[in-house]
């Protein structure tokens, strides 16, 4: 019975290319899957490959898929293989692994889960500026925003970040009454001498990341809001992995013209074997 089930098991087997990308410290695994050769319908098996212990590790799974009239789909998982909403570095990462792999040149339409995204990436292949979602509503919770950028966040200026626990607090936000059964992205903001500087705990991961992309976009648009800021506003992020910006427009209602940009940067390339 032993040999039959490792017979079946190596027949079943399949060997996957995958690439590790990471966005100022949002790390990620892609894989090119033109071919269909991945069923991702598996969240157990994408939770294992985002192991940092048991598997490659990673923020979350990226498939680089076709899709008619976009250059290419773009399907996103979480660290606990759930489907997610947005993922901006993900979006960048994948733009430039769609440059790697030839399929882009300097620019691209591709489709995600919160709808088309256009974007350009550098020469070098290493700076994605990526375009995000129109947004008309900024609620308020207390003394926070709250509002969507392709996945929902609230935002929280607070003081001594650099020595805040990010974990315990923005897991206590996330779990509570209003948002334990959705889940939302915890984002604490204070100002620097550019900008500003942000933490955040993502729903999906459980966890404090290195960045966030829908996450500094939401507060560059929140804070615009706090600032009574209109017109073209740039706004310079830093985060725990490295420096962002956003560039937007804003009329006092809407916000419009939203780009997401900084570093997306292979780490390196590998197999794995999936049963």
Not at 76 to 88: E, L
Not at 98 to 127: M, N, Q
Not at 206 to 223: I, K, N, P, S, Y
Request: net charge negative; with cysteine; aromatic share 12%.
């Amino acid at each position: 019975m032993v040999i039959l089930n490792a017979e079946y098991y190596l027949k079943n087997i399949v060997k996957v290319h995958f690439y590790k990308y990471q966005g100022a410290g949002n790390d990620f695994i892609l894989i090119d899957n033109r071919k269909n050769i991945v069923n991702h319908n598996d969240p157990q098996l994408l939770e294992r490959l985002c192991d940092r212990r048991f598997g490659i590790g990673g923020d979350g799974i990226m498939f680089l898929q076709k899709k008619e009239g976009f250059d290419f789909e773009m399907v996103y998982y979480n660290a606990d293989g759930q489907p997610s909403s947005m993922c901006g570095n993900g979006g960048r990462c994948i733009v430039a692994f769609a440059k790697f792999l030839g399929v882009i040149d300097s620019e691209t339409e591709f489709l995600a889960v919160d709808g088309p995204h256009y974007a350009k990436i550098t020469a070098s292949g290493d700076w994605v500026s990526l375009q995000m979602i129109d947004v008309n509503s900024i609620t308020s919770d207390a003394d926070a925003y709250v509002l969507n950028t392709g996945s929902p966040h609230y935002v929280q200026l607070t003081d001594g970040l650099k020595d805040k626990d990010v974990y315990h607090e923005g897991s206590a936000i996330r779990n509570n009454d209003t948002y334990r059964a959705e889940g939302i992205n915890i984002n604490f903001v204070e100002p620097n001498d550019e900008g500003y500087f942000v933490r955040t705990f993502e729903r999906g991961v459980e966890d404090e990341t290195f960045a966030c992309g829908t996450g500094v976009t939401a507060v560059a648009l929140a804070m615009a809001k706090h600032q009574n800021q209109t017109g073209h506003i740039t706004t310079p992020i830093k985060v725990l992995g490295g420096d962002l910006n956003i560039r937007f427009n804003y009329d006092g209602e809407l916000f419009t013209n939203i780009f997401l940009e900084g570093p997306a940067v292979l780490v390196f390339e590998g197999d794995i074997e999936i049963a």
